[in-house]
């Protein structure tokens, strides 16, 4: 769009110069310049440019004017990391940490510098807003610490290509004369990713004279993690640049009815308004949705359903999506064993993550023998010494596992206790809570190459480990965010699980084996299933989409402070990247089948559900009713318990399908709209028993039992139906209008 966008503006005698086209990456970049050149032909294009190129040209022009200093830029990803746990450890120990920092706070300080450098907000302010636990207020001065260091050193990173000059603007904005007005029309593609940093980018080169358009999609806006945020795309855009004038994009080329009507009625249920409908194309494929329940004890059936993609040769045309990598890990599992060809995108191989190469090394240290090639070993046994963290710094600990290395086979592995305990005697004086950390490891480590484990099961083992290091507890612990806590604890337990299944020592190393191949993230060239992400899959599709970890409480994530929206937008953005087949993993939910089957019943939040929300949300058995119309091009009447977009798509789309609400849903039409007489509960109001509230999907209720605030039991008074909520004006209650203190 963007380049047909601006082929007609030169065509019709636009200057090319002053035109400039904003890309997030290098490859778009390259891609977007490729094709405007073929629309254009021979002649001069407009300028295309990342919008790092552009921060390092700002940046050049500030240092040549003297007013900021010469400084190297240095790409590599390594040196970075060395700078931020230079200045991380400095941190750490002026906060009076008793330990140093763990690898997971160091991977949560590297986030952290990505959520500031995106901003031009004070670190402290970012740091109380993103989740962090409170255990890493440390990254606060560590950050000052690492622009310091990095000033002395004369060093500036990628990320300060926008950072370091867009700071110094925004503290003299005067010198935006230098750069704004240069350009008639700027245009941003994938708008609804950009940060406020690079928006405060894009309006000061704006300035007075330039025109702006931002081409995305906000439904897609899915990268909060680093800086994104969708209201500079739906709400604050309009407020900067006026005026303002929107032209929705909702056709969609890629899948059919059925996936569009389930995204829609999922994503119209955000709390950020306008993200507007996706409308499928008639030509498009007759996109199919399927639902795998998941049944404890039984395995997923991935491996039947792939058996026809694997014999054909296009295993590339699947894909297996989660919300995060540790949801894939079961399925992973069953493709190995399976033999079925995959890789998983955008992480190390199962095996070699520290908290499974610790139980791997543990395993293999009982049995005596590894299915770890040689030169990799090295890794599994710092990571059994740094796994859990033993709070000791990681460079002693290196030293120490390249030491053991060429004792972790035979009968001298019975030496790797007492190296350890060595250790920990040297540095007794100088840190005697780590030297005692380092001594239970030592205990373990004796433990594990004693012999009296040889014949117990893998599962034994493991769990042996884990209690005996306190691994599940110091993990919690020692994550910088609740979130990363739980996907260290998900890998845990599928690696659990899968010691139970297997057995013994022998029995597990076998069943171990073919995953020890995946290791590092570059994907073989042969045929395979790609698993990853959905954030990683966005902007791309394929034939089949299975989607997996739609559990309740695992998506959208039970973890405090997560953004629900963005959740929302998340699950959006991988059920619609399926072309022909779309198959949803879930737990075994007698009432999500019922909502499916029975398109007039209506669950109640009392009825007990373990599949996601979204599921519920997408409300699958109307979409399939209509979908199935749609595709006949016949007409009829559907009966909804919903109507969030339904009606909106036929109107769309123009045909003469009518969507009518069922009994129940007109009722609680009228309810929710009888919110508007009702009042608000006063802020730090507490309900006590027997008070009456309104809701509009539960009617008048009153307080029957006070479980924990704001937690409640509650009795419809209309069928005395008692069911536990959350009662506070952001769950929905109001006051009754009756009992409205009168104005």
């Known amino acids: 769009m963007l380049v047909a966008y601006l082929r007609r503006q030169v065509k019709t005698g636009g200057n090319p110069s002053g035109m400039l086209a904003l890309m997030f990456n290098k490859s778009a970049q390259l891609n977007f310049e490729a094709r405007l050149r073929r629309a254009l032909g021979e002649g001069p294009v407009p300028d295309v440019r990342t919008f790092h190129s552009i921060g390092n040209r700002i940046l050049a022009q500030l240092v040549s004017g003297g007013m900021l200093p010469r400084e190297k830029l240095e790409t590599s990803g390594k040196k970075a990391d060395a700078f931020a746990r230079r200045a991380l450890k400095e941190a750490w120990?002026?906060?009076?940490?008793?330990?140093?920092?763990?690898?997971?706070?160091?991977?949560?300080?590297?986030?952290?510098?990505?959520?500031?450098?995106?901003?031009?907000?004070?670190?402290?302010?970012?740091?109380?807003?993103?989740?962090?636990?409170?255990?890493?207020?440390?990254?606060?001065?560590?950050?000052?610490?690492?622009?310091?260091?990095?000033?002395?050193?004369?060093?500036?990173?990628?990320?300060?290509?926008?950072?370091?000059?867009?700071?110094?603007?925004?503290?003299?904005?005067?010198?935006?004369?230098?750069?704004?007005?240069?350009?008639?029309?700027?245009?941003?593609?994938?708008?609804?990713?950009?940060n406020p940093i690079s928006f405060f980018m894009v309006q000061g080169l704006a300035g007075t004279r330039g025109s702006v358009l931002g081409c995305g999609d906000p439904k897609q806006s899915i990268y909060a993690f680093r800086g994104g945020k969708v209201s500079l795309m739906t709400r604050h855009f309009e407020q900067v640049f006026q005026p303002c004038t929107r032209y929705p994009m909702t056709r969609?080329?890629?899948?059919?009815?059925?996936?569009?009507?389930?995204?829609?009625?999922?994503?119209?249920?955000?709390?950020?308004?306008?993200?507007?409908?996706?409308?499928?194309?008639?030509?498009?494929?007759?996109?199919?949705?399927e639902r795998v329940p998941l049944r404890n004890g039984k395995d997923s059936g991935v491996v039947e359903l792939l058996a026809p993609y694997e014999h054909a040769g296009c295993l590339r045309n699947t894909a297996m999506l989660a919300r995060n990598f540790s949801h894939l890990v079961p399925f992973e599992i069953e493709l190995a064993e399976a033999g079925v060809p995959y890789h998983v995108y955008g992480r190390e191989g199962l095996l070699f993550l520290p908290e499974i190469a610790a139980l791997v090394c543990a395993v293999s240290l009982v049995a005596g023998r590894w299915i770890i090639e040689p030169e990799d070993r090295v890794h599994f046994i710092f990571s059994l010494l740094t796994t859990p963290s033993p709070f000791v710094s990681y460079e002693v600990l290196g030293e120490v596992a390249e030491e053991m290395e060429p004792l972790l086979e035979g009968p001298e592995r019975t030496n790797l206790p007492g190296m350890l305990a060595k250790t920990a005697a040297a540095m007794r004086s100088k840190n005697p809570r780590g030297a005692q950390s380092l001594d239970e490891r030592a205990d373990a480590l004796r433990l594990l190459v004693g012999g009296t484990l040889a014949q117990a099961p893998a599962a034994t083992i493991v769990r042996a480990y884990m209690a005996h290091t306190r691994m599940r507890d110091v993990i919690e612990r020692a994550a910088p965010s609740p979130e990363q806590a739980v996907e260290s604890l998900a890998n845990l337990d599928a690696f659990v699980k899968l010691a139970e299944r297997a057995g013994s020592i022998d029995e597990f190393l076998e069943v171990l084996g073919p995953m020890a191949a995946h290791k590092g993230d570059e994907p073989p060239v042969s045929d395979h299933v790609m698993l990853t992400t959905l954030h990683r899959s966005k902007g791309l599709e394929w034939p089949l989409v299975m989607m997996v970890g739609l559990t309740r409480g695992v998506f959208p994530s039970s973890v405090p402070d997560k953004d629900a929206d963005e959740e929302r937008r998340l699950c959006f953005v991988g059920i619609t990247r399926a072309m022909e087949r779309l198959v949803l993993y879930h737990p075994d939910d007698v009432t999500l089948d019922r909502t499916v089957k029975e398109l007039d019943w209506h669950h109640r939040p009392s009825d007990q559900t373990s599949a996601s929300p979204y599921l519920f949300d997408g409300d699958h058995g109307p979409v399939q009713v209509a979908a199935r119309l749609l595709e006949a091009g016949a007409t009829g009447t559907i009966v909804v318990r919903q109507d969030r977009a339904m009606t909106d798509y036929m109107q769309a789309l123009g045909v003469p399908i009518t969507i009518q609400l069922t009994p129940e849903a007109q009722a609680r039409q009228v309810r929710e709209a009888s919110v508007a007489d009702c009042g608000q509960i006063p802020k730090g109001h507490k309900p006590h028993k027997g008070e009456a509230f309104y809701h509009p999907e539960h009617g008048t209720c009153e307080v029957a039992e006070i479980l924990y605030p704001p937690v409640y039991m509650m009795r419809r008074l209309d069928n005395d139906e008692r069911f536990s909520s959350v009662v506070d004006r952001a769950s929905g209650w109001v006051i009754p209008a009756a009992l409205t203190p009168a104005p």
């Open 93 to 194: 120990s002026r906060a009076g940490g008793s330990f140093p920092p763990s690898q997971a706070q160091h991977q949560g300080f590297s986030q952290f510098i990505t959520l500031v450098k995106a901003d031009l907000r004070p670190p402290a302010e970012i740091f109380e807003e993103s989740g962090f636990t409170a255990d890493c207020r440390a990254y606060i001065p560590a950050f000052q610490l690492l622009l310091q260091d990095q000033l002395k050193r004369k060093v500036v990173f990628f990320d300060d290509l926008i950072y370091r000059p867009m700071i110094f603007l925004d503290a003299h904005p005067e010198l935006w004369s230098m750069f704004a007005n240069r350009y008639d029309r700027i245009v941003v593609d994938e708008f609804q990713d950009i």
């Open 252 to 289: 969609t080329f890629r899948f059919g009815h059925e996936v569009a009507m389930m995204a829609n009625n999922l994503i119209t249920l955000s709390e950020e308004k306008g993200l507007g409908l996706v409308v499928a194309d008639n030509s498009n494929p007759k996109t199919r949705v």
